[in-house]
C-alpha cells in the first residue's frame, strides 16, 4: 500500500483518537435521541469542538450545529456533513452501551457518523495553517424524517460552500473498505395520502351507499400499474401502499377510508412524473366508483446524484489513503438520504464507509434493524477519509 505523508500522519493520528471516538459514540449511543430532539447530543458535539478556535453556530436548522475553521491562506469551502438523530426502534443488542431510552436506538450507525466528524475537526484543526481555503463542519439533526437538510439549508447552513462530502456507514461492507458511485447513489422518497369519501350504510344494503373500501381496492392495485405499465423498466420505480384505515364493524360500509404509502424513483425525471400518475389513477378511479378522492402528494427527498468532479476527488482521496483495492463500486440503493438536498444545491458526493464484520465473519444486521451494530474500527478511518478529502481539495496541486 502506497501511502502518502500527509496520509501517513491522519490515519496515524486517527488511529491515536480511537478510544475517545469509540467512548464518544458509545455514550451516544447509550443516549440516543429522535429527530427534531438532539439537544443533548448537540451540547456533548459542542463540548468537544470548543476551544478549537472554529466559529461556531448553534441552533441551526433545529438542533444542527455550524462550525467552520479558517485555513492559513484564502481559497474555497469545503463542507462534511454528519446526522447525528436516532430511530424509533426499540434496541435488541446486548451490547454493554445498548440504548438506555426505551424505544429508541441508534439503528443508523449516526452516533458513528457524529464522532467521525468529530475526529476530522480535531484533524483538520491541527493542520489549519497549511490549508488554502476553510472547512465548515455540519452536525445535522433530523435526518431520519428528512427534515434536517432542508432546515439547515434555510439556516444558511450552505452560504458561500464550494463542495460537500458526507459518508454512511454500511454494515453489509467491512470495515476498513469504502464504496463510491457517480451519479445516483439513493433514490428519492415520496409519501402519498389518499382520503376517501364515499357513503355509509349498512353492510346489506350495498345499492344505497357508496362503498369506499372496494374503491380503495381498486386503487391498490391500479398504483401498481403507475410503476409496471407507465415506466421504462429499465427505470426503478417503487409504489407502496403502506397503510388502509377503514370501517369498524363487519356488517357496515364505511363512510371514508385512508391509504398512506411511499414512491421511490432513482432518476430525478421518473421522480417529478410520479404525482400526476397517481393523481390520475386515484381521481379517475375513485370517480368510476362514485367516490371522491383527495390526494397528499408530499415529496420529502430527492434522488441522491453524486456530482462527478467531487466522486473523482473522493476516489483518488480513497486510493491514496487506502489502497484502490478497498475500494468498491457501491450498488444502488432505493433507501433515502436528505444529504441529496445539499447536493442539488451545490456540488458534493456522498459515499459509503464500511462497518461491518471482517471478511468471512458472521453477517452483521442491516441499517434500521434493532439488532444493528458497527465495527467500531470504522471510526478512526472515517475521520482520517473524510479529513483527508478536505485536506486535499485545500492544499497545493503538488502536495497531494
Ligand atoms: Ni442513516
Known amino acids: 500500500m502506497k501511502v502518502t505523508s500527509w496520509g501517513e500522519s491522519l490515519l496515524k493520528e486517527g488511529l491515536e483518537m480511537e478510544d475517545r471516538l469509540v467512548a464518544f459514540r458509545r455514550d451516544l449511543h447509550r443516549n440516543p435521541e429522535l429527530s ?59 451490547l454493554p452501551f445498548a440504548s438506555e431510552v426505551p424505544g429508541v436506538m441508534h439503528a443508523c450507525g449516526h452516533d458513528g457518523h457524529t464522532a467521525i466528524l468529530l475526529g476530522a475537526v480535531s484533524l483538520l484543526a491541527a493542520r489549519k495553517e497549511q490549508l488554502h481555503g476553510s472547512v465548515r463542519f455540519l452536525f445535522q439533526g433530523a435526518e431520519e424524517i428528512n427534515a434536517g437538510a432542508k432546515a439547515m439549508i434555510e439556516d444558511g ?21 469504502a464504496a463510491t458511485r457517480y451519479g445516483s447513489l439513493m433514490g428519492s422518497v415520496d409519501r402519498f395520502e389518499i382520503q376517501l369519501e364515499g357513503k355509509g350504510g349498512h353492510g346489506a344494503i350495498p345499492d344505497q351507499s357508496i362503498d369506499p373500501v372496494v374503491a380503495a381496492s381498486a386503487i391498490v392495485m391500479a398504483l ?19 397503510s388502509i384505515h377503514a370501517g369498524e364493524a363487519n356488517n357496515v360500509i364505511p363512510h371514508r377510508a385512508e391509504l398512506t404509502g411511499t414512491v421511490r424513483t432513482f ?17 379517475r378511479i375513485s370517480e368510476g366508483y362514485r367516490c371522491k378522492a383527495k390526494l397528499n402528494y408530499i415529496e420529502q427527498t430527492p434522488v441522491l446524484v453524486n ?38 444545491h451545490v456540488p458534493g458526493c456522498f459515499f459509503w464507509l464500511g462497518s461491518g464484520p471482517p471478511v468471512g465473519a458472521e453477517q452483521a444486521f442491516g441499517l434500521h434493524h434493532p439488532r444493528f ?13 473524510l479529513s483527508a478529502i478536505a485536506f486535499r481539495r485545500l492544499i497545493g496541486q503538488n502536495e497531494r
Open 224 to 242: 401498481q400499474t403507475a410503476a409496471s405499465r407507465e415506466i421504462s423498466p429499465f427505470d426503478p420505480v417503487v409504489v407502496t401502499v403502506g
Open 373 to 385: 451494530t458497527l465495527n467500531e474500527a470504522c471510526l478512526p478511518l472515517g475521520a482520517a477519509l
Open 307 to 344: 456530482h462527478d468532479d467531487p466522486v473523482r476527488h473522493v476516489e483518488d482521496t480513497v486510493d491514496a489513503l487506502i489502497g484502490r483495492e478497498r475500494r468498491i463500486e457501491a450498488a444502488p440503493t432505493m433507501a433515502g438520504e436528505d444529504f441529496s438536498i445539499y447536493l442539488q
Open 36 to 94: 427534531h430532539q438532539e439537544s443533548r447530543t448537540a451540547a456533548k458535539v459542542l463540548a468537544a469542538i470548543e476551544g478549537l478556535g472554529l466559529k461556531i453556530r448553534t441552533q441551526v436548522g433545529g438542533h444542527g450545529i455550524v462550525a467552520d475553521l479558517q485555513g492559513g491562506s484564502p481559497g474555497p469551502l469545503i463542507a462534511l456533513r454528519a446526522d447525528m438523530d436516532a430511530l424509533p426502534i426499540a434496541e435488541e443488542t446486548d
Open 267 to 283: 432518476s430525478p425525471d421518473v421522480q417529478r412524473q410520479m404525482k400526476e400518475r397517481l393523481e390520475r389513477l386515484i381521481v
Open 157 to 177: 447552513a450552505l452560504e458561500a460552500v464550494d463542495e460537500i462530502y458526507g459518508l454512511h456507514n454500511l454494515p453489509t461492507l467491512p470495515a476498513g473498505q
